[in-house]
């Protein structure tokens, strides 16, 4: 189940607002936890187990790090909660990967010779597994106390609002709303807001230009014409923004219906004019979550240049393969980490001294083509859409991809339209002024830009609504994470 669905927009979501807040105080953890555990089920009915392991493994742990009689006690603790998170979810998802290379290597070998079939890969395993790892070494750090009630952390580590997509969430952050949190109508309202708006960001603007860009990517590389390869690699990446951003607005808003108060994940990474900036301003629970368990417990930059460049390198291929089990994935997050480093010494001047839209330029050059890698399965197939990208093939064998162009219609370029005026701040600042504008106003204005606002979010729910009824495709594009 997925939130961009009827089953789940029509049916699970309000039961469960019901549930929740018809059950008294006491149990709306339990109805929560209940719900994000069916929730899970619902796709991954035999690997809810493994939630549940992972739940009561990391509840046993985080006592046993307080229990701890010495410094010596606590580190052996915490090195085998580390491990065992760490070889579940290498197991389940990078055992394919590595059968697959290693029969590769091997002449007369195959996949089905090693193993009968391949592993499952259980959604969001990634997510639930860096937060119970946040939770442990936190307990570890004192940073946080270990939690007594067992219900509690199976909520932390499974609650359904950000359980497949993210955003990552810190247990300290939490800790206290778990325990304790406020509701009221005012917050809720601006939950269900944030949540319309995420749905709206995925079936409205994400889905129509993945529809297209998705027949781009089936095609043959070798006879697809650079404007239909630079075509499809944009089309990618302002589906990959607005479906993962829609997704984290919708968690953040689901959080807010339910009393928590999730950190924002996305900042308008498109107008990063560095790629520093950009990993600023993308995916920023993830980055963060590097930088405080890895890149900083490495030596972060305190430790002279090479080492900071080592550093660097080593957190964006863990970052590339944590993202997937690929080596175009680890080829992602080296194109990453190069420039990274670039930007530390060779490039920061040079930066520094052109015109921002010079930098700027540049910054979508590399993220781009990066991209590629990023949506591709293989590096060769990688390397032929690059190909075609940069006339490297020839022209006059290249076709006329004429059910492509027919998807060129009104509706993607609306869609296309629409993505490219939301990846830049200028709506939001200009709805900020009009509030200023209204807060000083009468009465009258204010109902009216009460009504305008309602009107709007259910136009764009019955938007979402209509389009999910009469469209199947809906892609869901984190089963690989």
């Not at 010779?113 to 070494?137: E, K, V």
């Not at 950190?263 to 993830?286: C, G």
């Not at 175009?328 to 930007?343: D, K, S």
């Not at 162009?405 to 701040?425: A, E, N, R, W």
Request: aromatic share 18%.
């Amino acid at each position: 189940m997925i939130f961009s669905s009827l089953t789940f927009l029509f049916v699970f979501l309000p039961i469960t607002i019901i549930a929740y807040f018809v059950s008294g105080k006491k149990f709306r953890n339990i109805i929560l936890l209940f719900a994000s555990l069916l929730f899970y089920a619902w796709g991954e009915a035999f690997y809810v187990l493994l939630m549940l392991g992972s739940i009561t493994f990391n509840y046993g742990i985080g006592i046993l790090l307080d229990r701890a009689k010495n410094t010596v006690e606590r580190r052996r603790f915490l090195i085998g909660g580390i491990s065992v998170n760490l070889l579940s979810l290498c197991f389940f998802k990078y055992t394919n990967w590595i059968i697959d290379t290693v029969a590769g290597l091997i002449p007369g070998l195959e996949s089905g010779d090693i193993i009968s079939s391949p592993i499952h890969l259980p959604i969001g395993i990634s997510f639930f597994t860096f937060q119970a790892l946040s939770y442990i070494i936190d307990v570890y750090r004192n940073e946080t106390s270990s939690q007594k009630n067992p219900f509690h952390l199976g909520l932390y580590i499974a609650s359904f609002p950000q359980l497949i997509a993210g955003p990552i969430i810190r247990y300290n952050h939490v800790a206290r709303q778990i325990a304790e949190r406020q509701h009221s109508f005012g917050l809720f309202a601006k939950g269900a807001e944030r949540f319309i708006f995420g749905l709206s960001k995925k079936v409205l603007i994400a889905n129509p230009i993945a529809a297209l860009g998705d027949q781009i990517f089936a095609t043959n590389y070798d006879y697809l014409s650079p404007e239909l390869a630079w075509l499809g690699i944009l089309c990618y990446s302002l589906q990959i923004f607005f479906d993962f951003s829609g997704y984290s607005d919708m968690a953040i808003g689901l959080g807010k219906m339910f009393g928590f108060h999730f950190p924002e994940n996305f900042n308008y990474p498109y107008i990063a004019r560095t790629m520093q900036d950009f990993w600023k301003r993308w995916h920023i629970s993830l980055s963060t979550w590097f930088r405080d368990y890895l890149y900083i417990p490495l030596g972060g930059n305190r430790k002279g240049h090479k080492k900071t460049n080592q550093n660097l390198f080593i957190v964006f291929l863990l970052c590339g393969l944590w993202h997937g089990a690929s080596w175009n994935f680890l080829i992602w997050g080296l194109i990453h980490g190069t420039f990274l480093v670039l930007e530390r010494k060779q490039l920061k001047a040079v930066l520094e001294k052109v015109p921002r839209f010079v930098s700027h330029v540049y910054t979508l050059f590399v993220i781009l083509n990066a991209w590629v890698f990023f949506r591709v399965e293989t590096p060769s197939h990688a390397f032929d859409y690059l190909g075609a990208m940069y006339f490297l093939k020839d022209s006059s064998e290249i076709p006329f991809y004429l059910n492509i162009y027919t998807g060129i219609d009104k509706l993607f370029l609306c869609s296309l339209t629409l993505g490219i005026l939301f990846c830049v701040p200028a709506v939001p600042k200009m709805l900020e002024r009009l509030q200023q504008t209204f807060s000083s106003a009468s009465t009258g204005y204010l109902i009216a830009a009460k009504s305008i606002k309602l009107l709007m979010l259910v136009s764009l729910l019955y938007l979402c609504t209509s389009f999910l009824a009469v469209d199947s495709y809906n892609p869901f594009i984190y089963f690989r994470f």
